[in-house]
T-cell receptor, first 115, second 116 residues
Framework: DPKIIQKPKYLVAVTGSEKILICEQY?????MYWYRQSAKKPLEFMFS???????DNQTASSRFQPQSSKKNHLDLQITALKPDDSATYFC??????????????FGSGTRLTVL | AQKVTQTQTSISVMEKTTVTMDCVYE???????LFWYKQTASGEIVFLIRQDSYKKENATVGHYSLNFQKPKSSIGLIITATQIEDSAVYFCAMREYNTNTGKLTFGDGTVLTVKP
């Protein structure tokens, strides 16, 4: 059974709309992350959270807003969608944010297409 | 700034042979962690193996092993007795220890094709 669940698997949106990507992890991890993979770039770090606190944000746009309602949830809200936002968005988690055991484990991704 | 480079875009090997994938990295940090991940055709990203910079011994997990050459800033992935199901994209990644970020920096990936 998958331990990091991302919903939906595929998402099609129109330019200017808003979408929320869901991520839940059942590994008992304390840190969660969002990464993006587009056709033009390698896997790209977006956000990191530890105990529901934002630790790092490396997205250039405020249109991307992570939301953590529970320790094992980290959703990603994207507003005013643009065609360039088309990518696969991966959620990941690790046992702790800092320390020696920070291997990241990834969910299966949400493929977003913006028309 | 940290950077990870995989120069091999694609590799094709025959089943049951050994393959080595190259990766070089750049970092100003004295401590760092290096990882290899595999992305399958379905898009799933799977953790394979890691090397901590302070460890001299090369990591080994199953039929994956690493060739860590710290003076050359190089971390090669070796897969022995390759199988058809090893066909995938392999990513090298690095995380710096002393910077206050959870960021993993990935290389562009190497496509491995294992032929019967």
């Amino acid at each position: 059974d998958p331990k990091i669940i991302q919903k939906p698997k595929y998402l099609v949106a129109v330019t200017g709309s808003e979408k929320i990507l869901i991520c839940e992890q059942y590994l008992g991890h304390n840190a969660m992350y969002w990464y993006r993979q587009s056709a033009k770039k390698p896997l790209e770090f977006m956000f990191s959270y530890s105990y529901q606190k934002l630790m790092d944000n490396q997205t250039a746009s405020s249109r991307f807003q992570p939301q953590s309602s529970k320790k094992n949830h980290l959703d990603l809200q994207i507003t005013a969608l643009k065609p360039d936002d088309s990518a696969t968005y991966f959620c990941a988690s690790s046992q702790d944010y800092w320390g020696v055991a920070e291997t990241l484990y990834f969910g299966s991704g949400t493929r977003l297409t913006v028309l | 700034a940290q950077k990870v480079t995989q120069t091999q875009t694609s590799i094709s090997v025959m089943e049951k042979t050994t393959v080595t994938m190259d990766c070089v990295y750049e970092t100003q940090d004295s401590s760092y962690f290096l990882f290899w991940y595999k992305q399958t055709a379905s898009g799933e990203i799977v953790f394979l193996i890691r090397q901590d910079s302070y460890k001299k011994e090369n990591a080994t997990v199953g039929h994956y092993s690493l060739n860590f050459q710290k003076p050359k800033s190089s971390i090669g992935l070796i897969i022995t007795a390759t199988q058809i199901e090893d066909s995938a994209v392999y990513f090298c990644a690095m995380r710096e220890y002393n910077t206050n970020t959870g960021k993993l920096t990935f290389g562009d990936g190497t496509v491995l094709t294992v032929k019967p």
